[in-house]
Nanobody, 132 residues
Framework: QLRLVESGGGFVRPGGSLRLSCAAS????????IGWFRQVPGKERKEREG???????????VYIDSVKGRFTISRDNTKTTVALQMNSLKPEVTAVYYC??????????????????????WGQGTQVTVAS
């Protein structure tokens, strides 16, 4: 069974950067669509929001408007991990970030990125805290 593991979270000052990574022990992620969701403090599990996704169809990417130009999702050259580079961080992005995966080919990643129900695999989450 696929087990996704996030890393790279932590505490940063406003304006700083973090790079999150998603990996699966013993598996390549090449054939998985991968996304990043976050659950902000005070919100329920069902209110988790999709932040960015990368398809398993030519590595198409999508971002919510609030992070465009500041966040970048990418696969590494070996297709073993997926990273989320987060720059110019603001306090409002403080949340637990989850890596999610799906082995089914998604041709229109924009349609499905924020639909939590379609993502079959979820990591345990990594805390990102942005504060002075």
């Amino acid at each position: 069974q696929l087990r996704l593991v996030e890393s790279g979270g932590g505490f940063v000052r406003p304006g700083g950067s973090l790079r999150l990574s998603c990996a699966a022990s013993g598996y390549s992620l090449e054939n998985y669509a991968i996304g990043w969701f976050r659950q902000v403090p005070g919100k329920e599990r069902k209110e988790r929001e999709g932040i960015s996704c990368i398809s398993n169809n030519h590595d198409d990417t999508v971002y919510i408007d609030s992070v465009k130009g500041r966040f970048t999702i990418s696969r590494d050259n070996t297709k073993t991990t997926v990273a989320l580079q987060m720059n110019s961080l603001k306090p409002e992005v403080t949340a637990v970030y989850y890596c999610v995966g799906l082995p089914i080919r998604i041709t229109n990643i924009q349609t499905y990125c924020n639909r939590s129900g379609v993502w079959g695999y979820w990591g345990q989450g990594t805390q990102v805290t942005v504060a002075s």
